[in-house]
């Protein structure tokens, strides 16, 4: 996206805060930006082809912006909307899609961002008291996913929820949910339907198949400091059938997805761990000498230790080990791996407003990637083998009522 473009996104963004601020009880506006620096060293080919250790990355950048409104309409209607903005000089790669004579026909295309751009990651209104059901709110619109961590991922560390991460499920999609509370703080559920390709499929990409993705996600807490829970989901890739009506797509996948999630917290430590298994089916490959499923599975233990009771500064003594293991993919382009993943990392959290929320963090973590593969596989050491990375990070954040 062109600085021109760009502009031109925030100046329609604005003219659209005017109104919706108008017609509604309260209007808030908010922001929140990721200044981050990353210096990795991974495993790449020389010239001899053999493996070396190589200074791969060493930049800066604003990592994510995020720009929110969140207005009430009335004491039960409410409703989201934010934009997720990033700069950047990476190029992406993506699939285009035309129609001709009831043929569909895709084409790999890749484009620059040019230094920004720019997603809606929320849009939604959130109707409570529509249902005679106390405590249930039915949402409709580009919401959060609620699989797994990423339901309640803080961003404690720098990166990603394990499910979002390893790309089980998108952080945001097109969906209609139901959301609701136990009686006396026991827990909640959430039962939804979503589009299952995630927010940043637009246009003509964005039905490459034709099912929806149905989600159900429990989580109790027995007692005080204890929550445990799980989600299921079930998902497609691609589509069935071709559109001329005959002829199988032998790459279409049916996933079913499962998540168990448990959390500790007591005095200044908070764990919490988390089990993923991806099951996947091909039911169009019906050829006896080719694998038509596969299962990947996950664990992921995340702690985090609030110092601020012990010490003069708000600081956070964060980790996380991480098991991703895909090896029972069939062969395909990409080499099949087990990933373990080490993370240690520090937050210090400065500037509380009123509510002793603090207004920046800053951030920084180590992390060791470990990967169990073919080193013969054309795909090994492709940039993200065997590699060590830091990170360091500022958080700012504001949140203002109109």
């Known amino acids: 996206m062109k600085k021109s473009q760009f502009c031109l996104s925030i100046a329609c963004l604005g003219l659209l805060l005017i109104p919706l601020g108008l017609n509604s009880l309260e209007t808030k506006l908010s922001g929140e930006f990721w200044g981050r620096w990353i210096a990795e060293i991974a495993k790449r080919k020389d010239s001899n082809g053999n493996y070396d250790d190589q200074l791969v990355s060493n930049y800066l950048s604003l990592e994510r912006g995020y720009l929110g409104l969140e207005t009430k309409f009335t004491e039960q209607i409410k409703g989201r909307f934010t934009v997720d903005i990033f700069t950047t000089d990476k190029t992406y790669e993506y699939q285009a899609y035309s129609l001709s004579d009831s043929t569909l026909t895709s084409s790999a295309k890749s484009g620059s961002i040019d230094g920004a751009g720019l997603k809606i990651k929320y849009a939604y209104v959130d109707f409570g008291g529509l249902l005679p059901v106390k405590d249930m709110t039915l949402t409709a619109g580009m919401q959060k996913v609620y699989f797994g961590s990423i339901y309640d991922w803080s961003y404690t560390l720098i990166g990603k929820a394990p499910t979002d991460e390893h790309k089980v499920v998108n952080s945001s999609d097109l969906g209609i949910t139901l959301n609701g509370f136990f009686p006396s703080g026991y827990g909640e559920y959430q039962l939804g339907i979503y589009n299952g390709e995630g927010y940043k499929k637009v246009g003509a990409n964005l039905k490459e198949n034709t099912d929806f993705a149905y989600l159900g996600n429990l989580r109790l807490t027995p007692i005080t400091g204890v929550t445990v829970g799980g989600s299921y989901m079930l998902n497609t890739v691609g589509r069935d059938k071709n559109l001329e009506g005959e002829t199988v797509n032998t790459a279409y996948e049916e996933q079913k997805l499962t998540d168990i999630f448990t959390r500790l917290a007591y005095g200044p430590v908070d764990l919490n761990c988390e089990y993923i298994v991806k099951n996947v089916d091909f039911p169009n490959i019906t050829d006896s000498d080719k694998t038509n499923e596969y299962s990947a599975t996950g664990i992921s233990i995340f702690p985090c230790i609030n110092l601020k009771a012990y010490l003069s500064y708000d600081l956070q003594l964060v980790g996380c080990y991480d098991v991703w293991d895909e090896s029972d993919r069939p062969a395909t382009d990409k080499a099949r ?66």
């Open 337 to 402: 791996s087990k990933l373990t993943a080490s993370t240690i990392g520090i937050n210090y959290n400065f500037l509380p407003d009123e509510t002793d929320i603090p207004a920046m963090q800053l951030q920084l973590n180590y992390t060791d990637k470990k990967y169990d593969e073919d080193k013969s596989h054309s795909d090994y050491a492709d940039g993200k083998k065997d590699s060590s990375q830091i990170n360091l990070q500022l958080k700012w954040k504001f949140a203002n009522t109109l």
